[in-house]
């Protein structure tokens, strides 16, 4: 079977291990995968035509009843669609749906240019920092104090990886804190936002910018939990704005 080389699930399991779940590995998640990547790096164009089931068939050398469910699977997440007697076909971009977190993933293994950071921090902006301003509104002070609980992790933190870890579960406590459940349906794009720039720049081996980086989450934290919506937006901007800034200038400066 074509598993399109042995780092083709990286991306999949670092994000995986970051959000504490177990990715799954079986022959669907496989052809999935492989589809799916070829598609977002344009191996298979859009408006292509994908190869035959019987050439699928082959390639990955899988019942025809996997391969129907992977094909199913990117139908239902935008990248594809089948027409009687002309074949699967590669849907346009704008059809795709970048917020489900397979195609994030499939963005972020092709490796993430500062154009896909810079979307990914404009998107969260735009709906982050009104989760934060909701959550000073709405939340109890059980609710407060988990937050300034998972700062003061993120202050402890000794490795990249928990520190990532911990950043993640404050971001979807404030979504969970908001009390609209919308909030919360974004934590695929905040996991892929996060995991894309703790892997090219985390802030745990220079105290300097971690000093800075708590901090930040220190000010939303305590924004929410004195009941300030006007600090609890600007805080949370501060901390998007400063989490690409990092990423994104290690990136250019090809570090």
Not at 33 to 60: H, K, M
Not at 116 to 126: N, Q
Not at 145 to 156: P, R
Not at 195 to 208: G, H, L, Q, R, Y
Request: hydrophobic share 45%; with cysteine.
């Amino acid at each position: 079977m074509d598993r399109s080389g042995g780092r083709a699930r990286h991306s999949g399991d670092l994000i995986a291990a970051l959000s504490g779940r177990s990715p799954a590995r079986n022959l669907h998640s496989d052809v999935l995968w492989a589809l799916g990547l070829a598609i977002v790096s344009g191996t298979y164009a859009e408006g292509a035509i994908l190869p035959s089931d019987s050439e699928l068939l082959e390639r990955f050398g899988v019942s025809r009843t996997v391969l129907r469910e992977a094909l199913k699977t990117l139908a239902a997440k935008g990248l594809i669609e089948a027409r009687a007697r002309i074949g699967t076909r590669v849907l346009p971009r704008n059809r795709w749906n970048l917020f489900d977190a397979d195609v994030l993933a499939w963005f972020f293994e092709l490796g993430p240019e500062v154009s896909f950071l810079r979307s990914l921090a404009e998107v969260r902006i735009g709906i982050e920092i009104e989760a934060a301003a909701l959550a000073a509104e709405r939340c109890g002070p059980e609710e407060a104090a988990g937050l300034i609980a998972w700062v003061d992790k993120m202050a402890g933190s000794e490795t990249p990886a928990d520190f990532a870890r911990y950043d993640l579960e404050f971001h979807k406590a404030v979504a969970e804190a908001s009390g609209n459940p919308f909030m919360a349906s974004i934590s695929a794009l905040v996991e892929m936002a996060l995991t894309a720039a703790f892997t090219i720049s985390s802030p745990v081996n220079d105290p300097e910018a971690l000093g800075v980086t708590v901090g930040v989450h220190r000010r939303i934290a305590e924004a929410i939990r004195d009941g300030d919506p006007a600090e609890a937006r600007l805080a949370m901007r501060d901390a998007i704005a400063q989490g690409f800034d990092r990423a994104a200038g290690r990136m250019e400066k090809g570090e």
